[in-house]
């Protein structure tokens, strides 16, 4: 049970000024060589403990600080870890489960991040944030029926497949007691709009705990889906930086070569511009090399610690969903594009956003406009 003195700390600690000292402080003790300053003093301490979950990062500070508390400081620590633990084996357990639903009806499906991406790139595997969803890629023309599928499970869409296939890039669905699930037939919210369906030529078997086998991304194509995920998510969670910035530094050369081609093809260099932003801002390391390929975007001076900073801040709880703070958000959205061609296409989904939230629950009456922007037919 959370404590009275829990919640006040917890208030203090969203407050913008505490939230950006709490980052830092967590930021300089995920370094690969801890900078223990956080365990320093217990204003401090205390701060990153109350701190650590919303930004998604509570296994990795309890795992760095464990060897240098005791008492109920360790007490926490064991907490959390185990609490981790349980919460990625219930993932694992749901994943497995959605996957052999979706296999039963011949529906091939990539996972996406979440338990399988913890299992290959943290050690222990539980110290990745635990998964409040489960995301898996499955082509478009497989969507209904996907849908169809998990409906049969239990789970509910969250929005009609008529307004998501216009607005969004994955269906959500909902369920009473697990995890929701996330089927995407793109790979983010951008302007790209890069369709998952090509994506299968290149992906790659992977064996569940249990011995089901199911797909992953082609390491290239991992690596430029979770820079799009973090700049889809308007930096929303710390920890996507921190997966980035892990995922990025344990890749061969090569593979980071081919996820930064991959994303100049598809016109996504303003998303991994402001990624190394990110990286550069909080731990002093760059993400990209200084590479010819990636030339200027027609709004490259933008991309700055300015414009990334607005994106962090740009997340409140209180006003999350609504129709202004998602016309802001499309408009950091904008400000990442590479060509004026993506700025067009992206004041297209602008306008489309618009539309849907001022006629409401309207919308099954009428008629998508005609300025809808046609979906790209490349892939990554």
């Not at 030339?295 to 969903?321: I, Q």
């Amino acid at each position: 049970m959370v404590s009275q003195r829990d919640r006040v700390t917890d208030v203090i600690a969203t407050s913008d000024s505490n939230r950006q000292r709490a980052v830092d402080l967590v930021a300089a003790l995920l370094r690969d060589k801890p900078d223990l300053t956080a365990l320093a003093s217990p204003d401090s301490w205390s701060l990153v403990k109350a701190t650590a979950p919303s930004l998604g990062v509570a296994a990795l500070v309890a795992y760095a600080a464990r060897p240098h508390v005791a008492g109920e400081e360790r007490a926490w620590c064991d907490r959390i870890l185990l609490q981790s633990w349980q919460r990625h084996d219930q993932s694992l357990a749901q994943l497995d489960s959605v996957v052999a639903t979706l296999e039963g009806a011949g529906i091939p499906a990539i996972c996406l991040k979440g338990p399988l991406l913890a299992k290959r790139h943290y050690q222990p595997w539980f110290l990745r944030k635990h998964s409040v969803d489960l995301d898996l890629a499955v082509r478009e023309k497989d969507l209904d029926r996907a849908c169809e599928m998990l409906a049969r499970e239990g789970y509910v869409l969250a929005a009609p497949l008529r307004r998501t296939k216009v607005l969004s890039y994955h269906a959500m669905l909902l369920h009473s007691s697990l995890r929701r699930v996330e089927l995407h037939f793109r790979l983010s919210s951008g302007a790209s709009d890069i369709p998952v369906d090509d994506l299968f030529e290149r992906a790659e078997r992977c064996e569940l705990p249990g011995g089901r086998e199911t797909w992953l991304l082609s390491p290239p194509d991992e690596l430029l889906y979770l820079v799009l995920h973090l700049t889809g998510d308007r930096f929303a969670n710390f920890f996507h930086t921190c997966e980035v910035r892990r995922v990025w530094a344990a890749s061969p050369v090569e593979v980071r070569r081919a996820a930064i081609q991959r994303g100049i093809e598809h016109h996504c260099v303003g998303a991994l511009k402001i990624a190394d932003v990110a990286c550069r801002s909080l731990w002093g390391e760059a993400l990209l090399p200084p590479d010819p390929l990636l030339e200027k975007t027609w709004l490259d001076r933008r991309l700055n610690e300015d414009l990334y900073k607005a994106f962090a801040g740009w997340w409140k709880p209180v006003n999350a969903l609504s129709l202004s703070n998602r016309l802001r958000g499309r408009w950091l959205d904008f400000q990442l594009t590479d060509r004026p061609a993506d700025a067009f296409r992206m004041a297209q989904r602008l306008a489309l956003t618009a539309w849907f939230g001022l006629k409401g629950a309207g919308w099954r009456t009428a008629k998508i406009p005609r300025s809808a922007p046609a979906r790209s037919k490349r892939c990554a």
